[in-house]
């Protein structure tokens, strides 16, 4: 059995340690960094804006952190803060034409940070999909049958507090086809 299964070993961060901040953290101020899934009080050696990873540079009498560099905003983990967020639509839409979707709106003092979208259609057609939030474009993706679409830019997949995520559907073949549209992402409170 390892020591995080026992549950009543914590082995305090060391110096060298990387960990996670999930909120920014000015030069000289307190803030809160995950090491090994544990969150601890931590001095800031340096700026650490959110997402960072950072190392320990110093344990003794306080913690003070640096950051090192980025990490990957795609696979968060979900802590304090942070929720897993997802919508899922399906429907029938007519030949020739779309459908707008109002997926989400965020809600106040949160921001919305898209992770994936699933689009898929009933038959092999090259069809559409747009998506908006105010004041900007998300994208617009084409694809057949199946489009997975990973969100992989901050700037461009960061839906803000009171905005509303909307998705636009198109078919553009003859025939009426079936469609769903399957969204994940993080709601981080600001």
């Not at 030949?95 to 898209?114: C, G, H, I, Q």
């Not at 679409?149 to 078919?171: G, H, K, M």
Request: hydrophobic content about 40%; glycine content about 8%; proline content about 4%.
């Amino acid at each position: 059995m390892t020591e995080r299964e026992v549950g009543e070993i914590r082995r305090e961060p060391k110096i060298g340690d990387k960990g996670i901040a999930f909120e920014a953290i000015s030069e000289g101020e307190w803030g809160i960094c995950y090491f090994a899934g544990e969150a601890y009080d931590v001095k800031a050696a340096t700026g650490i804006r959110k997402w960072r990873e950072v190392v320990l540079v110093q344990v003794s009498p306080k913690a003070l952190v640096t950051e090192t560099g980025y990490t990957t905003p795609t696979k968060p983990t979900v802590t304090g803060g942070f929720e897993k967020w997802h919508v899922l639509w399906m429907d029938y839409i007519p030949a020739n034409s779309s459908y707008e979707w109002e997926a989400y709106t965020v809600p106040d003092k949160w921001r919305l940070n898209l992770g994936l979208a699933v689009i898929s259609c009933d038959v092999s057609v090259i069809q559409d999909v747009v998506m908006s939030h105010t004041p900007g474009i998300v994208g617009h993706f084409r694809y057949d049958v199946q489009g997975i679409i990973p969100f992989t830019e901050l700037s461009s997949t960061l839906i803000e507090s009171l905005e509303t995520l909307r998705v636009f559907v198109y078919n553009n073949d003859v025939a009426q086809h079936f469609f769903s549209v399957a969204i994940s992402g993080t709601l981080e409170k600001i």
